[in-house]
């Protein structure tokens, strides 16, 4: 499957992969490899989401020409034991929000 999450509005790409490569899905989020996000209107904040077994999270917010929108993804910088996976990944959520949203395709196999 490819993933892309899109400015809602606009429809400009801010992350894209395909699963198993640059994105994981994980508990029905999407996590990017940082290098499949474009982190020119992503903006980390020092708000801080605390998951009682993943471990600290850092809210991230969009800024773009049609609205600020917050907590439209967030990264863990240094996750609990046993998910270290994620480490430095960007989530998002795999569903529209106020800022976002995603779409998905399926990804042709080769012969």
Not at 59 to 87: C, H, S
């Amino acid at each position: 499957m490819h993933y892309q999450v899109k400015e809602r509005i606009s429809g400009e790409v801010i992350a894209a992969g395909t699963q198993d490569q640059q994105v994981q899905v994980f508990e029905g989020n999407l996590y990017f490899a940082p290098e499949a996000v474009n982190m020119e209107r992503l903006r980390v904040t020092d708000r801080i989401y605390t998951c009682p077994y993943k471990g600290e999270c850092f809210w991230i917010d969009l800024e773009t020409e049609n609205g600020y929108f917050q907590n439209v993804a967030w990264v863990y910088r240094n996750p609990k034991p046993k998910y270290e996976f994620i480490k430095d990944q960007i989530g998002f959520y795999a569903y529209e929000t106020s800022g976002t949203i995603v779409d998905k395709t399926a990804v042709a196999q080769s012969a």
